[in-house]
């Protein structure tokens, strides 16, 4: 990929992804521009087994807070479930 990797190209990549021979791998080294969007999906196909090579460290950061974002989530959504009514 290169250049912009926005929302409105997740359906294409997703595409692209299903046609080939697993594993398949995401190459960024050109990708300039991303949206949060894009990077929710790119973690998303590391956890179903897709590499994501040569990303710029930016990416690669943002990456790495949105996912300890959504497992703060989700823990504080354990939290919240285990002392919620009825216990």
Request: charged content about 40%; proline content about 2%; aromatic content about 6%.
């Amino acid at each position: 990929m290169s250049g912009k990797f926005r929302s409105e190209h997740l359906d294409q990549v997703k595409a692209e992804i299903e046609l080939c021979e697993l594993p398949a791998v995401l190459d960024l080294e050109e990708v300039e521009l991303i949206d949060v969007e894009a990077v929710r999906f790119l973690n998303t196909c590391e956890k179903n087994g897709v590499s994501v090579l040569r990303c710029s460290p930016y990416i690669r950061k943002w990456m790495l807070r949105e996912r300890a974002r959504r497992e703060a989530r989700t823990e504080e959504n354990k939290k919240r479930g285990a002392g919620g009514f009825g216990e």
